[in-house]
């Protein structure tokens, strides 16, 4: 049960609850969808960028618990951040929920860090980089929606 | 496990000394079902992906790799001769599983997905052309859909589907409709593996006759659970999987009625499944073998004859009570969780289980279950366009098979009432 309770962390079940940033964008410049065919996640990242700045970001759709919360705290986390920042804080939360964290990455990574117990559950790595993904598609202004497989 | 579950668990064993179905017999038999998963009892629940493997089964495929291998068909010396008699040997055991009128109907293949594949390529782009159709359920598997949909795509044919009711059953009268005279060929499910509904198969089967259209019925989830006649369904194909009826991976098996058989072209080319070839013309084998290219999984097929031997042992009819006294346990039990919402509710049902908790959704539903020691399934079930049917991404599906027990539902039902505690 503890280990659960490092997964389901009260901080992901809130955002699960109540997602932030959940709506779509009028003013998105970006978007991209994203599909986890396995568990048939599916969510959509707008983003309306400002020259390199992420001015706004948001994002739709359904998934588990880890891949909502995940998804929210994520626009909540990129707001106002460059595109290379956005691109190296990805790096920072693979690497976590991975297990590959290095040793004082916590404070690059902020409240992200309640996503570290995902190490734990390898088959739930993909649910918590899906938005991050996608963001990473809509950045690069990809067409097709991008896959977990 | 606590007292109310022991009590329950030492009555079930009373009423099922009366049925003469020992079930914890049956699990002795069963070694992966002795481990801990996660510190827990292994309660294996996801029958419906791939059943576990009795000794039998194990023993059988060791006795053939230590005392017998060797390849079939070919060699004149003793080890060939005894791998030959006893992949013969599985043949017949599955021709009488079956009851089919031949052991020349039986193909082995990989599996069900294969044979579906082999009747699409072979009979299907012989038979199907510009304008005809090919008619099947709301309910498929993708295994029987995509091949269709490929060999339709090729032919300029189009796919259809009869659509199915709330609780999950086929509409009858609008796949009598669908039936029509541009209708090439019938492809059905036994049972769903996402909802639990057994079609009407017999029915649909006489339906299809009186139009003269064929029909290949998708056994992968009948086989493990009731009898199955092919002769008295008078169903075309039947194509099942090893894996699902206690057999190993990597065999299954395609039935067929000889006269179709026979005038169908081969599926692939190479050994075994020629009589002659020169640079010029090759002359195909007689049946089975035309369909059986290359060195076929000779220790799956023992295996599998293995697995059919063990199961005809028990008694299918008395395995069919048996689970279906646990899935009518079961839907009681977890029905009454709150929260709790069943997708299929057919009045023809098999032990398949599938549900949602509130908004949870089926993967978190998963994790926490598998926490328990609890082995469900969460997704679409390779049945997306049923998922679209109920409006859903996914749900969670418990799956039953003849070892599973009334003790391990009431495991399941406290693991959905932690999955309420951590997203109450």
Known sequence: ?149 | MTTAARKLGSEQGLSVARSGYDVERIRAGFPILQKQIRGKPLVYLDNAATSQKPRAVIDALVRYYEESNSNVHRGVHYLSERATEEFEGARRTVQGFLNAASAHEIIFVRGTTEGINLVAHSYGRSHIGAGDEVLITGMEHHSNIVPWQMVCQEKGATLRAAPINDAGELIFEEFEKLLGPKTKLVGVTHISNALGTINPVRKIIELAHSRNVPVLVDGAQAVPHQSVDVQELDCDFYVFSGHKVFGPTGIGVLYGKSALLEAMPPYQGGGDMIRSVTFEKTVYNQLPYKFEAGTPDIAGAIGLGAALDYVTGIGLDKIAAYEHEVLEYATRAVSSVPGVRLIGTAKEKAGVLSFLIGDVHPHDIGTILDQEGIAIRTGHHCSQPVMERFNIPATARASLALYNTKEEIDVLVRGIEKVREVFA
């Open chain 1, 1 to 149: 049960m503890s280990d659960l309770r490092d997964l389901y962390q009260d901080v992901i079940l809130e955002h699960c609850k109540a997602p932030r940033n959940y709506r779509e964008l009028p003013a998105a410049d970006h978007k991209a969808e994203g599909f986890n065919p396995l568990c048939g996640d599916r969510f959509t990242v707008y983003l309306a960028l400002d020259g390199d700045v992420i001015r706004d970001i948001s994002f739709q759709g359904t998934g588990c618990a880890i891949s909502k919360a995940s998804a929210s705290m994520m626009t909540q986390m990129l707001k106002g951040k460059t595109r290379e920042e956005a691109e190296k804080l990805f790096g920072r939360f693979h690497d976590l929920v991975t297990g590959h964290a290095a040793a004082g990455a916590e404070a690059e990574i902020g409240k992200l860090a309640v996503f570290s117990g995902v190490s734990e559950f390898p088959v739930r790595v993909k649910c918590a980089t899906l938005a991050w993904h996608t963001l990473q598609a809509a950045l690069e202004g990809k067409q097709e929606a991008i896959s977990t497989e």
